[in-house]
């Protein structure tokens, strides 16, 4: 492993919008490195097939949370937590997006498009940040999020 990259080995990892996509391909990503993988989607079924295809189950957990709601969110922390012990990383890839005009854009889609894709991100890292470990969280990563959830996310060192 060379000086610029980080290891994943033990390391607990909680990836929203995991059953699926990008989502999906990190989890294995993540799991095949020797990481413990919780894998959140708003639908249990959908995670806990993808936790089957990953496969490594005795180092994965998945569960149902809907990022909109703190409750939900709240209540992954605690049930990572008892599972795992701890939370080392937060990745932030549940989202969606709308193809329409500004014209004709329903408002009631625009207003969930941004209580998943912003505020919901905004709510997991207020979450994730309260429990990270003062080890992991004065590595001082910060998060390149992209327009859309389908754009390759980056992490690169803060310079603060």
């Known amino acids: 492993m060379s000086s610029s990259q980080i290891s994943v080995s033990g390391k607990v990892v ?3 919008g995991a059953s699926m996509g990008i989502g999906e391909a990190i989890a294995k990503l993540f799991v095949d490195e020797g990481a413990r993988v919780v894998l959140l ?10 936790r089957g295809r990953i496969g490594h189950t005795e180092n994965t957990l998945a569960l149902s949370c809907d990022v909109r709601n703190r409750e939900e969110i709240d209540r992954v ?17 549940a989202g969606h997006g709308l193809m329409d005009t ?26 994730a940040l309260a429990v990270i470990p003062p080890r992991a969280a004065a590595q001082r990563y910060r998060t390149w999020l992209p327009a859309t959830p389908a754009r390759e996310r980056r992490l690169q060192p803060s310079n603060s």
């Open 14 to 16: 909680v990836i929203t």
């Open 41 to 50: 989607s708003r639908d249990a079924g959908r995670a806990e097939a993808a």
């Open 77 to 93: 922390v605690s049930l990572t937590l008892h599972h795992f012990q701890r939370i080392d990383v937060w990745i932030n890839n």
């Open 102 to 127: 500004a014209a004709d854009v329903d408002m009631n889609a625009l207003h969930e498009t941004f209580d998943t894709n912003f505020f919901g991100t905004v709510e997991c890292m207020q979450a």
